[in-house]
């Protein structure tokens, strides 16, 4: 069982920058595969942005050049530096986690709204 939790979530103005933080309790999470999804009012989950086993980002067209994700290994953390915010980034962040054996899991969400 691996329990995250995500953190950093809030109001910022269009132009803003917000860094969400997700923290995994237990596992190998070298070895995880992570990744941020998102999921707008009446819309469904989306990938935000994603590292494969070997470390190798991958990012959604919408956030391509304002988005970075990273991990702390020495801390089981997960980052998302959001840069450049826009009105339609405004969506509840979810961490997940995929280990070597295929299974998800996934953070109980963090609320970023984008608004002047």
């Known amino acids: 069982q691996v329990h995250l939790v995500e953190s950093g979530g809030g109001l910022v103005q269009p132009g803003g920058s917000l860094r969400l933080s997700c923290v995994a309790s237990?596992?190998?999470?070298?070895?995880?595969?992570m990744g941020w999804y998102r999921q707008g009012p009446k819309e469904q989950r989306e990938l935000v942005a994603s590292?494969?086993?070997?470390?190798?980002?991958n990012y959604a067209d919408s956030v391509k050049g304002r988005f970075t994700i990273s991990t702390n290994n020495a801390k089981n953390t997960l980052h998302l530096q959001m840069n450049s915010l826009k009105p339609e980034d405004t969506a509840v962040y979810y961490c997940?986690?995929?280990?070597?054996?295929?299974?998800?899991?996934w953070g109980q969400g963090t609320q970023v709204t984008v608004s002047s």
């Open positions: 997940k986690a995929t280990t070597i054996l295929g299974v998800d899991f």
């Open positions: 237990a596992g190998a999470f070298a070895r995880f595969v």
């Open positions: 590292l494969d086993s070997s470390g190798t980002p």
